[in-house]
């Protein structure tokens, strides 16, 4: 593929045919509740796309992310996408190796300085850089360098958007989340454990076309996506209402579908598109295979006390804190009756000499 | 941290053990204090027995009584019953109480004790009200009234508008109805609320000492 | 019998009497410090475990006003029972709670000034007549705590005048209303005379000693002939002690605490001295209490003799069939007063009951009775504080109205100071129902 050829060149090139392309570009604009009228928009500014150079970042990460965009990557318009944009740096997907890569990388980021987009994932170790290194240069330091010639930066997986499992506790490398570490571009966090195939292609996408931020939460997720919680979305939520629930896995509630609450689920205060989109598309999310929600699209999921701790749980507090509390308060309380006592005693004394006196 | 996991973890821990610490002080502090000797022979000597007995009968005032106090005895029993139903009987409660001590029991629908939430929250407010336009109430009223009676309907609002999704999203709401939780118990030790345990002992000691002259109280 | 034309005089005499006490009150100057350092310091010797608890346990419901019967006849707030304790639960939070360090920070201090507006509220506007500790949901035994108060005003030199004038006199010369060994000796024998009934003074190996008090000495002698008609007939070998016959207690009553040590110990004393088995009480409310549940603590150890009030002893021997009475002709309707000292304090309710039986009275019950009556109003020594007869006269309008729904020709009642009440009571409301004593009663109708 040449570098100056547009979108809408290849793509015919590689015999999509324009019924499918706007096909593609009418889903688009559904799955980003843009009106209809937007098409003709969208289609244009795809076709004329220069193919954008993209360098995707991999700190401490488990690769989950890059797994679940690639399960996009079918024979399908989506995929052809990504192969249309120059990905000019990408450790699993990236054919070279060693310093030819690096070279490329920093090719890649003069060659489009101010214009590239920064993709990240896996998290940033600041407890000690050299936890994680690449090529000897540590995450933190790589990232400052190429997030300085960016245009935006995009956070893919928790572990990029809030630092993830690294961060869960105790957090031996001192792991952060990017907007931890960069304040002066412009960031998207595309949370999840990992992101929905389909929701990282779409913020792309929505990037491409308009070349602007998308409208982001407070957490800076793409609303479009991260807008709704789960629980209202939840299509076993009657079940909530009716207090019908799993009391364990696979008990009578379990198999008849009843809602999962009480076995942990943080559906309720999770923010993500797995109740409408799903996975494997659309096939099935956790919650409709019978698994609580984790709420991996959250700021330390991890640490929510536990995936089975139902919300309604306090965290900390077992039986044992509340005999070793009432100990305590027993102890205390004879010695203040102790202390009462001779209080008294000692009042009784003075009147008793007084009115001997 | 966020608000929530702060109320469900040390907010929730700590009032706890401010709760237990502070009500056992408050009880052993007062009730093993030096008790003032009584000589004279009872007039029987099972007298212990009217104390217990005493701890059940007062619940229910002589009718000369109850004439005169009807409405607040009523809606007393009323609140104080609804708020005990909304307690223990509400599914993710028991939830909460199974996450302490291991221990659950068979709940309510949730309908009913919305419902019953709804009642008592009224009543409580009806209460107020009450406090604040009856002469004798206002005479002897103090400020720790007002507290634990706001102490006490917070919870319960909270909770109704966190399981009826209104006010702020559910996380916050669901912290916000915790961190009401954990006033509450904060507040149990130092205010008017310890009578939850003392009306045992205050009642028992009464009826133990008119037992034992050969009354019923 | 009710008033004849010798008490009638008699009554008009000692109501002159008790209405001039103020004027032989000495003034008791205490400067104010010394007055709420000497309050504190006797609140925080008389508090106990049993207090503590109470005074925590409150959670201001106002429940105990509706029993009250000064705020029942007035609608006035300041008479709440539970604020009659206020000044006792601000020193017990500041000075003795467990949770003392944190009720500091908002809890005032008492003042002398509360202290004297006190008084009122202890004395004037509260007989100890205990409804509103029955009342209290959480068991507060709020009339026993004021009983207390009374005795730290009293350490405060707030003492009424009249009460302490009686306080007083008792501590001098272990009589009240003067009625001393002369005027008991005058008349034993004017009983003996002029109704031909024996009093045996001072007989040694009697089994019971009886008790008897200035007010009857004066006034109520029916009450004093009556029990010695009865006694006679039982053929029970009782006496008179002159070293110690005055029932009344105005140490308890005042509040003043040596006094009532001294009173106590003078009837102890004189009852171990006789060797009797059963010390009685005489008709007077607090003179039963005073022996029966407090003089063990003023003695130290359990009593050596059994104590019982007149109306107990008599109820008793009727219960058991020693004691036959004369059926009333017709059957007469009469309402009972149970005395709050005798009946709710003492334990005693149907003793009285099975003697109006046994007289073939008909008894409609007030609608509050026995535990639950309503006080006559003068209790406690609230009779004698002048200030107080508006109030007075509003508590007897809650309890005479009572009595009047039960459609009563007459009401019975076994304590003297009830009886004074009710006929003050009776001359400023204009009621007409005639007020019987009920061992006066029994002596008339004794069978053979």
Known sequence: M?????LGEVLRQQGVSRRGFLKFCAATASMMALSPAMVPQIARALENARRPSVIWLSFQECTGCTESLT?????????LIFDVISLDYHHTLQAASGTHAEEAREQAMEENRGKYLLVVDGSIPVGNPGYSTIAGISNLEMLKETAAGAAAIVSVGSCAAFGGIPHANPNPTGAVGVSELITDKPIINVSGCPPIPAVITGVLAQYLT????????????????????????????????????????????????WCLYKLGCKGPITYNACAVTKWNDGVSFPIQSGHGCLGCSEPNFWDLGGFYKPLAQATMTTGTVIAGAAAAGAALGAGAALLGRSRQKKFRKEVSEESKS | ?????????????WSIIIFAVGTLIRLFGAAFMLRNKVLSKPRKSDWVRGGFRTILTRTLPAPVFEKRIRFQHYAGYIWHIGFFITLLFFQLHILFFKGLFGISWPGLPNDVIMVTGAITAAVLVALLVRRMTNPVLRIISTIDDYISWLVTLAPIITGMMAYAHMGFRYETMLAIHLLSVAVLLVWIPFGKLIHIFLVFPSRYQQGAKFERRGVRA | MSMDKPMQEAFAMFYGMAQNLKDLATPVEMPDEERVSRAKQAFLSKLDADMAVDLETCINCGMCAEACHFYIGTEDPKYTPIRKLDLMKRVYRRDLSPMRWLHRLYTKDITAKELEDWQELVYDSCTVCGRCSLMCPMGIHIAEMVAVNRQVLAEAGLIPDELRVMQEGQLEKGTIFEAGPELLEFRINDLKERLGIDIPINKPGSDIMVLTSGLDIHLFYDALAGTAKVLNHLGVSWALCTHGYEAANFGLLSGDEDTQHVATMKIIDTAIECGVKIVITPECGHSFPSLRWEGAEIYGKPLPFDVMSISEYLGRQVMDGKLKLKKAAEKKVVALHDPCKIGRWGGTFEEPRA???????????TESNREYNFCCGGGAGVFLINR????????????????????????????????????????KSNDTIPVDSLVALVAENLAS
């Open chain 1, 2 to 6: 040449r570098k100056d050829q547009t």
């Open chain 1, 71 to 79: 399960r996009s990557h079918t024979p399908t318009v989506e995929g």
């Open chain 1, 210 to 257: 308009f070349g602007k931020i998308p409208e982001l939460d407070h957490l800076g997720r793409p609303v479009a996506f991260y807008g709704k919680n789960i629980h209202d979305r939840c299509y076993r939520r009657p079940f909530y209402e009716r207090g019908q629930f799993a009391e364990t896995f696979d008990d009578e509630g379990a198999r008849k579908g």
């Open chain 2, 1 to 13: 941290m966020t608000l929530l996991d702060f109320a469900r973890g040390p907010a929730l821990q």
């Open chain 3, 355 to 365: 003697i109006i039986d046994a007289l073939g009275l008909e008894l409609h019950e």
């Open chain 3, 388 to 427: 107080a007869a508006p109030l007075r006269q509003k508590a007897y309008e809650v309890k005479m109205g009572e009595i009047k729904d039960t459609g009563a020709e007459s009401l019975v009642v076994s304590c003297g100071s009830c009886r004074m009440n009710f006929e003050t009571g009776k001359i």
